[in-house]
């Protein structure tokens, strides 16, 4: 092949390249496969960050109801009974407050994790059928 000819078939429009390549040239599935196969598992890894990062967010938040009704406790032993007696039935609505916030909290969790095993199953049958070897 000429200079010329070499110049023009690089600067052609991939089509035409594609006519010109052998059988053997062809791309495979399998290979074709491996970048979404990349792909997936990227952001399989990123649904497990993902998770991570809400699971420390809802506990730092869980954590600091506890903190703070942990101080108020402490606050209401310093009271004079007849105080501390008027307070109770407030601080024990408070606390039934904060379980119904964290059981929601690690109900919230818990959807998280199942939508994570879903997509994760998901993507284990796309792997394994991607690669061949299912039947």
């Not at 990062?53 to 209401?76: D, G, N, T």
Request: some cysteine; overall charge positive; aromatic content about 4%.
């Amino acid at each position: 092949m000429t200079n010329k000819a070499h110049m023009e078939q690089r600067d052609a429009p991939m089509e035409s390249h594609k006519g010109k390549m052998h059988e053997q040239e062809q791309p495979q599935p399998e290979t074709n496969m491996q970048p979404h196969i990349a792909g997936c598992t990227a952001q399989m890894k990123n649904y497990w960050k993902d998770l991570s990062v809400r699971i420390e967010q809802r506990k730092e938040k869980a954590c600091l109801i506890i903190s703070k009704l942990e101080a108020i406790k402490k606050l209401l032993a310093k009271l004079p009974a007849s105080k501390r007696a008027m307070i109770q039935p407030c601080f024990s609505s408070l606390c039934s407050e904060a379980d119904i916030i964290t059981s929601q909290v690690t109900d919230l969790l818990k959807m998280q994790c199942d939508e994570n095993r879903s997509r994760l199953s998901v993507f284990f049958r796309e792997l394994a059928t991607s690669s061949g070897l299912s039947s």
